[in-house]
């Protein structure tokens, strides 16, 4: 397959190791994304990046920016210490990005 074909993958049939249907407490990856791909970008960027990154946000949201940063490194650092897991610690790490939005 070369870079101009484009193909459909039909998820009618379950990939190894995946349940079908998916379970009743799945959420579509839309409602999951807790950091938006713009700070994901500023997160793993340069820190000349990242400072032009939070002065984009004007003078109200540079503090905004700054501590969802903050908080998204501290999500990657537990998600890392867990391996992936769902546990408290990730959970608490989920909760201070969405009250730090609020």
């Known amino acids: 397959m ?3 074909d484009t193909t459909t993958i039909d998820r009618a049939e379950p990939v190894d190791g995946e349940s079908w249907p998916p379970p009743a407490d799945w959420v579509p990856v839309e409602e999951r994304i807790i950091i938006t791909a713009e700070e994901l970008d500023a997160l793993v960027a340069r820190y000349s990046d990242r400072r032009k ?3 984009a946000a004007g003078h109200g949201g540079r503090r905004t920016r700054t501590h ?3 908080a998204a490194h501290d999500l990657a650092d537990q998600l890392a210490r867990v ?3 769902n546990t408290d610690g990730v959970q608490h790490c989920r909760s201070e990005i969405v009250r730090i939005r609020a």
């Open 2 to 4: 070369n870079a101009t």
């Open 53 to 55: 990154f939070i002065k």
């Open 68 to 70: 969802v940063l903050e």
């Open 83 to 85: 391996g992936g897991a």
